[in-house]
């Protein structure tokens, strides 16, 4: 079974390879902390910066474009600032625990890449394992978290041959 569910909305993430990308970062993310992808479920949205600004104006009243968005299905933040939040159980292979949902948008990814001298799908690789992270509850609101979860990607990306993002 797979562990992220894509939903297709912008052609150009579909012609990218999301699907199959999203799927090698999600399992990554979720090894680097010693979870089993069989026992989880994630929805990822393709979409484009019109969409991702309505979403981010309605869920952070910030009517703009961002990278990334996500939506964890519980609240499972830390108790204290650097804190390790409560990481879920798995559910079964038959009924996995939602973790939440994810949504990318292409211009503002593919800018952002572009400006950074990236290749796009190093960049989106990145933000898919940022995204999960937040639906395990990490998060970078002070200078505690922002440095355990930023430590979490850079050694998760290096499992994917990835070069340290910061």
């Known amino acids: 079974m797979e562990l992220v569910e894509t939903l297709i909305e912008d052609a150009r993430w579909d012609a990218f390879g ?3 990308l999203a799927e090698r970062a999600g399992r990554a993310a979720l090894a680097g902390l010693d979870l089993p992808a069989a026992g989880f479920q ?14 981010n104006a309605d869920f952070r009243g910030k009517p703009q474009p961002t990278n990334v ?10 108790s204290r600032p650097g804190g390790m939040p409560v990481l879920p159980r798995p559910g079964s292979a038959d009924d ?4 939440g949902d ?26 898919v394992v940022h995204g999960v992270l937040h639906l ?8 505690a978290d922002a440095a355990r979860m930023e430590g979490l990607e850079v050694r998760i990306l290096a499992s994917l041959g990835h070069s340290d993002p910061y």
């Open 18 to 20: 999301l699907p199959a």
């Open 42 to 55: 994630i929805s990822l949205m393709g979409c484009d910066d019109a969409r991702i600004a309505g979403l």
């Open 69 to 78: 968005l996500s939506w964890p299905t519980e609240e499972r933040a830390a």
């Open 96 to 99: 996995p625990e939602a973790l």
């Open 102 to 127: 994810i949504a990318l948008a292409w211009e503002t990814c593919a800018a952002e890449a572009a400006a950074a001298g990236k290749p796009m799908a190093e960049h989106v690789t990145h933000l």
């Open 136 to 143: 395990l509850g990490f998060d970078h609101v002070d200078d």
